[in-house]
Structures are given as C-alpha cells and as structure tokens.
C-alpha cells in the first residue's frame, strides 16, 4: 500500500521557538496533502489542507500565520509551527491523497509527530 | 453541521466478536472507511465500503452499512489482542471532504 512518513516522530522544543514537520508521500505522488491535529480522546481536527504549488486552505479557527504550511512538491508538505506555545502540544497527523486515487481515492496517513512545548 | 458519533470505548474478551457503531448524518457521503490507529501511531486504513453496497467481507472484518438509518458498523471475528487499538469510522462526501469520528478505543482482555 501507498507509504506516508512524517519527520521527526517526536520532538521537544522551547516556547517561542519554531518547529517544522516534513510530511513525504515515498511511493507515490500526492496532490493533496492534508494536516491534522488529534487531541487525546478526541477526533482528529483538520488543520488545512495543501495542494501542490498552490497556498494552503486554512480551516475556519486555524491561525495560517502560526500554522505555516508549504507543499513544494508532489511528495513533499511541511507544516511549521511558529513561535510555539505549551497549548500546541499535540498529535500532528498528516495524510496524503494519491495522483491516481485509490479505489475510494482515500487518504493515506502518516504516523504522526509529537510535539512537546516547554 | 455534520458529525460522525462513535461511542468511545468498547471491551471485550479475547475469542469473542467485537462490534464497533458508528452513525453519520451526510447522506451524500459515497464511501465510508474504517481506521485503525495503534498507540502512538498515524491510521491505518482496515476497509472502506461504496455507499451503494451494505456489506462488505474480508477476513476476519465485517461491514455492515444501513444508508437508511446512515448507520455504520465494524465487525471483527475472533478478536485478539492485537486488534486493541482505536477505531475511526469515517465518510467522504460527494466534495471529497472527509469527516472523523472521535474513535472507538477496543480494549481486549485475555
């Protein structure tokens, strides 16, 4: 099946410093990349969504200016995290949907990042 | 608006059936999934059922779609404890948005 990898898988940083996570689709191109934030106990929360050479679009509630996503290639999207605060401590979770689209044209998943504010 | 309800948690002995709901309120909704999300791990997709079908087999997992009472359901025979993780119920609508439940964590005892 379609490969999802996120980077790093967990990472600490200090409040008021910026954090980037790579998502990568590894065997297959994807159009669209998406980001999510999951909350203990709770769904996941869409974030935005990315296309490839094109601005992300934004959930309603989603600060675009704290939230910095780019989607420089078909296999590539980072979501930075700027200026970062305890409160966005969290599950970030991205998913890739494919070029070709599967039989559903689903959403591949990546295993997601941890981040740790102090 | 729209959600997908699921209740939280579930338990079960190891051997028996587990029987994971889900209800979802978009009728234009023309797939809907089952994910499996172990701990500290991204979903996993388990199956996906068309919304023009009611049930779908494979393996040990069975989908049951109700379109009617927009009522979702996974079966998973003879659970082990493997299979302890949360479940996500999920629809894609006609837009291609997709929409989440909150998850069902299945808990499986020896």
């Known amino acids: 099946g379609a490969v999802v990898s996120q980077h790093p898988s967990r990472v600490i940083c200090k409040s008021g410093t910026s954090v980037k996570i790579e998502c990568r689709s590894l065997d297959f191109q994807a159009t669209t990349m998406f980001w999510y934030r999951q909350f203990p106990k709770k769904s996941l929360m869409l974030m935005a969504t990315s296309n490839e050479g094109s601005k992300a679009t934004y959930e309603q509630g989603v600060e675009k200016d704290k939230f910095l996503i780019n989607h420089a290639s078909l296999t590539l999207s980072t979501l930075t995290v700027t200026s970062a605060h305890p409160e966005d401590s969290s599950f970030y979770i991205c998913s890739a949907r494919s070029l070709a689209g599967g039989p559903g044209n689903e959403q591949f998943f990546g295993p997601g990042t941890r981040l740790t504010v102090l | 608006g729209e959600d997908v309800e699921q209740s939280l948690f579930l338990s079960v002995r190891e051997g028996d059936s587990s029987v994971i709901n889900c209800t979802y309120t978009?009728?234009?909704?023309?797939?809907l999934y089952w994910y499996k999300q172990e701990p500290g791990a991204g979903l996993q997709l388990l199956t996906y059922i068309f919304s023009n079908m009611d049930m779908k087999q494979d393996q040990r997992l069975t989908v049951l779609l109700n379109k009617k009472d927009k009522h979702l359901s996974l079966r998973i025979a003879d659970t082990q404890t493997g299979d302890s993780a949360i479940y996500f119920c999920?629809?894609?609508?006609?837009?291609?948005?997709?929409?989440f439940g909150a998850g069902t964590r299945l808990t499986v005892k020896p």
């Open positions: 999920a629809e894609r609508a006609d837009n291609n948005d997709m929409r």
């Open positions: 978009d009728s234009s909704s023309t797939y």
